[in-house]
C-alpha cells in the first residue's frame, strides 16, 4: 500500500511542478481551471472524490471508510483510529482556507483523484489527499504535503 502512495506521489511531483514552487512562489489565490477528464473513470473519481473529501474534512469519515478496500482500512486501522486521524488534522493544521486546485489522472487500472489546498495554520503548505479508485472502491489514500520528496510515511495509522 505504501508503494501505491508513492506512487501516487512520485505522479504528483511530474504532474504539478508549479505547486511545487512554494519557495517564494505565491500560491494563486483562486483554483486554475481544471482541464477535462480524458475518462469516465476519471470524472466518476473527480465527481466522487470531490463528494467524500467534503464529508472527511466535516469530520464525517463513515462513508469514506466504508468505500475503503479491506487493505486500505488496514492500513489505518480501525474505524476509531481513522477517526482520530481526522480529529489530529483538526487540531494541529486547522480548517482548510483555500482550494488550491482537483485534478484527477489513471496509473495503471486506478483512477487518482488529487484535492491540494492550504489550511490555517499553516498557509504556505500545500497539502495533497490523494484517493485512487478501482471500480467504487477506494484502493489508495493518503495525504502528503506537494513538495514532499522522501520515502518516510507522512500518514501513520493508528
Known sequence: ?????LSAALALLVLAP???AQNGTPVPSKP??????TTPAEQVALTRG????????????ERLWNAFTPEVQE???????????????IEQY????????????????EAIYVRSATYE?????????????????VTTFGVLLENERTDDPVALAY
Request: no cysteine.
Open 1 to 5: 500500500m505504501k508503494a501505491k502512495i
Open 18 to 20: 508549479a505547486a511545487l
Open 32 to 37: 486554475p481551471a481544471t482541464t477535462p477528464t
Open 50 to 61: 470531490h463528494a467524500l473529501m467534503a464529508e472527511f474534512l466535516a469530520l464525517k469519515v
Open 75 to 89: 492500513q489505518w486501522g480501525t474505524l476509531n483510529g481513522f477517526t482520530a486521524f481526522r480529529k489530529t488534522g
Open 94 to 109: 486547522g480548517k482548510e482556507t483555500r482550494l488550491v486546485g482537483e485534478r484527477t489522472f489513471m496509473q495503471g487500472g
Open 121 to 137: 495554520k499553516f498557509p504556505g503548505q500545500v497539502w495533497a489527499f490523494v484517493m485512487g479508485f478501482t471500480g467504487d472502491k
